[in-house]
């Protein structure tokens, strides 16, 4: 029996494959949570409670939509605490509970045999708690576990709503204060208003349990019971109120940017505790914030600083009666110049092992100069301004204590790179106020000289040209460079002669006998658009078969994300690729794997250890599932707690979300052909429900704080790839800008990976070639990126607006569309006109008169009630240069050439 017939009858059973996995996840899980509160009722014994909330019987184990995985089998937090020793005095409530939960999980089921929404958990409301409930809950204990419950996606009004505790459970949490002197709350949730219920005399312990994977009841119980010590820590600042957040603004702003379709980051780099620190804003309970059953001593021991790194070497000393782990963490205030600085950034952390009471730890820390660095958007470089970097030690943002400086003489730059991600529109940015000259007394020091500051990656050059690679012998001549009109980033086409190799398969370029560039010249534009396009809704070509030898070409028979083409496997060589949903665990539809803590309770461990524990644990599933490449880690920050998709993000913190994701991407890779694809790439921090909304952001902010997270992980990790977001930054598509995707990864981080543009983008599909975006995703139609290399007219529908293509329906939404209009491009500021007639008994398309008044076209009237309708524009002629698709042919390539598929295939071939 062939492996692939074993995959299926043990994936047709309906379990994992490695069921070890399990102990790991309850470990993980424990160690993800953050106790907030403890009045000392934690750790507490086994034995009868009163257990309430929704998030008793309907947990929520994972993410929904891409980050939701199937598994055999989730432990609730009911299921939990009663295999654990504990029993409960609220039966009755509970099986009301249960109850209403069983009509939604039919529904569930019957939506994803549709195949239109596999893996949407809904939200069963909450019962109502009757007194009857209460009287039967009191008997016989005093202490009540209430599990907060809510859910993770929604939009507008339904986000606020989500955010705020409702009114059914304010009525549940009043009768339940009221009844028991011992109340412990438990978060199944991102974070949530709940101020005032904080600060409640009855609630004795908080326990953020957050979204925890499949053993999520199993790991409440050890926290609770304190089998596990929590050592989790908040990687978000945790606000009083919503308006505290600076990135709360007024309603009538927010309305005015919801029509424009866009959100202004007038905030700039004062995300999260960076406002909360720099503004003296009292959080509930700031970053970096936990307890333990346990206390801990920190004392830094040696301290030294060069152009390379700061070194802090840390002893860590357990005080308490418990046994536990200490997060460490450790900040810089940078020294007050012409560029405004928050009070601190988090620039190194590190975890203790498990210590004994009494027993101690010394950690080292190495801190890269770059973490010290601020965005000069004068001079457009990396710099550090002279005067003292102050470090400080501790627990979290609001509890750390000055133990030692860097002195630098000189301002010093320490990268100079290229001006991109320009803002289109003024901002007003809250301004910081003046920060107080600080004593610092008798500390460690250390200095840095800036002329002794010397680097061959100093100065980043721009991005101006390309190459197209040409066969000798062959007469070329570009289009492009004589073409009046230019992309956006507009660059020169350079060719360059290569020796001809129309017999060349991709094995040969794996065995090194030609050159990747040489490989790619004898392939035409026919097959090369199939290349950059993911396999869903392709069209097939005919193409003569280079290959000498058979290979086995195996239907891939699990339903994933996606994969790259297969139609030149047995004629070239090329490999299809599969691609994996990973954020959570890989979602192979209807096949279960290892549901594991939503990125978000990860990030909470502080645990680089725990992140490659994960990682080795996917990569292993990975191997198991031929997955080449998942989609993870989510590196997008925690700008907004009232959004619907933060699980699935780390944190509002760069340094801490990239140092966390490359754990995880250095444990898959520890499987050989395993790697993945980061997402996304970038200010996907806030949905407003539209694909295209405008992010108004500064440079300093864009690199500061939001390509920071992203850049930490490439430089760690060295990913295959990284998936674009789909709205728009500062004007332009992400995927289709040429500043971010070639000159910022490609000319200054080094990155030679492929980039993807994501899951129903509406951005312009040469454009995202030309940008240095090289594989469209799901899917696209070849012939239409082929038409951007040829002069092509518009087609028309008979309302007078172009053609529209939607396909590839996934979730309610096409994951492939555009519209027809050709070479031609409408600009009322054009020169050119494009022209349609439409009949008198049919309606224009409402795109026309919007286009009227946009100045973009005119209408006609006929005498017989037709009308003519004139677009105004640009005719582009051809605009898409064989160069950009080559060169994003040889980037998607060079990635399949290191997968395993690639590894698989050439094993075949061998037979």
């Known amino acids: 029996m062939k492996l692939d017939d074993i995959k299926n009858i043990l994936s047709r059973s309906g379990k994992m494959q490695f069921p070890e996995n399990r102990s790991a996840v309850r470990a993980l899980g424990a160690d993800s949570m953050v106790l907030l509160k403890n009045n000392g009722i934690l750790p507490m014994n086994k034995g009868k409670i009163a257990l309430f909330g929704a998030g008793a019987v309907d947990t929520i184990y994972t993410g929904l939509f891409f980050n939701y995985v199937y598994t055999d089998g989730n432990v609730s937090v009911k299921d939990g605490l009663l295999g654990n020793g504990f029993t409960f005095s609220t039966d009755t409530w509970l099986e009301k509970m249960e109850k209403a939960v069983k009509p939604e999980d039919k529904k569930v089921r019957a939506l994803s045999?549709?195949?239109?929404?596999?893996?949407?958990?809904?939200?069963?409301?909450?019962?109502?708690?009757?007194?009857?409930?209460?009287?039967?809950?009191?008997?016989?204990?005093?202490?009540?576990?209430?599990?907060?419950?809510?859910?993770?996606?929604?939009?507008?009004?339904?986000?606020?709503?989500?955010?705020?505790?409702?009114?059914?459970?304010?009525?549940?949490?009043?009768?339940?204060?009221?009844?028991?002197?011992?109340?412990i709350l438990v978060l199944n949730t991102n974070m949530i208003e709940m101020g005032q219920l904080a600060r409640a005399k009855n609630v004795k312990a908080i326990v953020l349990m957050g979204i925890p994977g499949m053993e999520a009841g199993n790991s409440l119980a050890d926290v609770l019971t304190g089998a596990v010590n929590p050592c989790g820590r908040l990687t978000a600042t945790w606000a009083k109120k919503y308006k505290d957040y600076s990135t709360c603004y007024s309603s009538a702003v927010t309305n005015k940017n919801s029509k424009n379709n866009?959100?202004?980051?007038?905030?700039?780099?004062?995300?999260?505790?960076?406002?909360?620190?720099?503004?003296?804003?009292?959080?509930?309970?700031?970053?970096?914030?936990?307890?333990?059953?346990?206390?801990?001593?920190?004392?830094?021991?040696?301290?030294?600083?060069?152009?390379?790194?700061?070194?802090?070497?840390?002893?860590?000393?357990?005080?308490?009666?418990h046994a536990g782990r200490q997060v460490v963490q450790v900040y810089c205030s940078q020294p007050k110049g012409n560029i405004d600085k928050p009070y601190q950034i988090l620039v190194g952390f590190a975890k203790t092992g498990k210590l004994k009471p009494g027993e101690s730890e010394e950690i080292t820390l190495k801190i890269p100069i770059?973490?010290?660095?601020?965005?000069?958007?004068?001079?457009?470089?990396?710099?550090?301004?002279?005067?003292?970097?102050?470090?400080?030690?501790?627990?979290?943002?609001?509890?750390?204590?000055?133990?030692?400086?860097?002195?630098?003489?000189?301002?010093?730059?320490?990268?100079?790179?290229?001006?991109?991600?320009?803002?289109?529109?003024?901002?007003?940015?809250?301004?910081?106020?003046?920060?107080?000259?600080?004593?610092?007394?008798?500390?460690?020091?250390?200095?840095?000289?800036?002329?002794?500051?010397?680097?061959?990656?100093?100065?980043?050059?721009?991005?101006?040209?390309?190459?197209?690679?040409?066969?000798?012998?062959?007469?070329?001549?570009?289009?492009?460079?004589?073409?009046?009109?230019?992309?956006?980033?507009?660059?020169?086409?350079?060719?360059?002669?290569?020796?001809p190799c129309g017999v060349a398969t991709f094995f040969d370029v794996v065995r090194g006998k030609f050159t990747i560039e040489e490989f790619v010249s004898s392939l035409s534009p026919e097959i090369m658009a199939r290349i950059v396009a993911g396999a869903t809704g392709e069209t097939k070509i005919d193409s003569e078969s280079r290959l000498k030898v058979d290979v086995n070409v195996d239907k891939y028979k699990y339903k994933i994300s996606s994969r790259t083409t297969s139609q030149f496997t047995s004629t070239l060589g090329i490999p299809a690729v599969n691609i994996a949903d990973g954020p959570s665990g890989l979602r192979i539809d209807e096949v279960p794997c290892t549901n594991f803590p939503s990125p978000m309770n990860m990030a909470q461990t502080w645990d680089m250890g725990a992140m490659v524990r994960m990682g080795r644990a996917m990569g292993r599933e990975m191997e198991y599932y031929d997955i080449d490449f998942c989609l993870a880690p989510a590196l997008n920050i925690h700008r907004n707690p009232m959004r619907s998709r933060a699980y699935e993000f780390y944190s509002e913190d760069p340094t801490l979300a990239g140092t966390m994701g490359g754990g995880l991407v250095m444990g898959i890779k520890r499987y050989e052909g395993r790697n993945v694809i980061l997402k996304n790439l970038a200010t996907y921090n806030q949905e407003t429900g539209t694909a295209d909304v405008n992010i108004n952001v500064s440079r300093r902010a864009f690199g500061e704080i939001y390509l920071r997270a992203f850049s930490v992980c490439n430089f760690m990790s060295s990913p295959a790839g990284i998936l674009n977001s789909g709205n728009r930054i500062n004007g332009v598509y992400s995927s289709s800008d040429r500043g971010l995707n070639t000159q910022i990864l490609r000319k200054d981080w080094g990155f030679t990976g492929f980039v993807l543009s994501d899951w129903g983008s509406l951005s312009e599909k040469p454009y995202d070639i030309h940008a240095g975006c090289d594989l469209?995703?799901?899917?696209?139609?070849?012939?239409?990126?082929?038409?951007?290399?040829?002069?092509?007219?518009?087609?028309f529908a008979e309302d007078g607006f172009v053609k529209k293509v939607e396909k590839a329906y996934k979730y309610g939404d096409p994951m492939i569309q555009y519209y027809k209009w050709g070479s031609f491009l409408p600009d009322k500021d054009g020169t050119d006109y494009v022209r349609t007639t439409v009949a008198a008994d049919v309606p224009l398309n409402e795109n026309v008169l919007r286009y009227q008044e946009l100045g973009l076209c005119k209408v006609e009237d006929f005498t017989d009630g037709g009308k003519a309708v004139v677009y105004k524009g640009i005719n582009r002629g051809a605009y898409l240069a064989l160069g950009d698709l080559q060169q994003a042919v040889i980037n998607v390539l060079s990635n399949i050439k290191n997968s395993a598929s690639m590894k698989k295939l050439m094993d075949s071939a061998e037979i």
């Open 113 to 183: 045999k549709k195949n239109s929404f596999a893996g949407k958990k809904y939200e069963t409301p909450e019962v109502l708690i009757t007194k009857a409930d209460i009287a039967e809950a009191v008997l016989g204990t005093d202490t009540c576990i209430y599990v907060i419950r809510h859910n993770l996606v929604g939009a507008g009004p339904l986000l606020e709503r989500e955010y705020r505790i409702s009114d059914i459970e304010q009525a549940n949490l009043k009768l339940v204060l009221e009844a028991f002197e011992n109340v």
């Open 262 to 321: 866009e959100i202004d980051y007038k905030e700039g780099v004062y995300v999260g505790y960076r406002y909360f620190d720099t503004f003296d804003v009292a959080p509930l309970y700031p970053f970096g914030y936990g307890l333990s059953y346990t206390t801990f001593d920190i004392k830094l021991e040696y301290f030294e600083a060069s152009w390379i790194s700061i070194m802090l070497r840390v002893k860590v000393t357990n005080t308490g009666s």
């Open 370 to 499: 770059m973490a010290l660095c601020s965005f000069d958007e004068e001079s457009t470089g990396w710099v550090m301004e002279a005067g003292d970097y102050l470090f400080r030690l501790g627990v979290n943002s609001r509890d750390t204590e000055l133990c030692a400086k860097v002195v630098l003489d000189k301002f010093t730059t320490i990268k100079s790179v290229s001006n991109v991600i320009e803002l289109k529109k003024p901002l007003e940015f809250i301004q910081a106020p003046e920060r107080k000259q600080e004593n610092t007394g008798f500390i460690m020091s250390a200095s840095l000289k800036g002329d002794d500051y010397n680097s061959e990656n100093k100065f980043v050059p721009q991005s101006t040209e390309f190459t197209t690679y040409v066969q000798e012998g062959s007469k070329y001549v570009s289009y492009i460079n004589e073409n009046s009109y230019a992309m956006p980033f507009a660059a020169h086409e350079s060719i360059k002669y290569v020796k």
């Open 776 to 795: 469209i995703m799901p899917g696209f139609d070849p012939d239409e990126l082929l038409q951007a290399m040829m002069e092509t007219t518009p087609e």
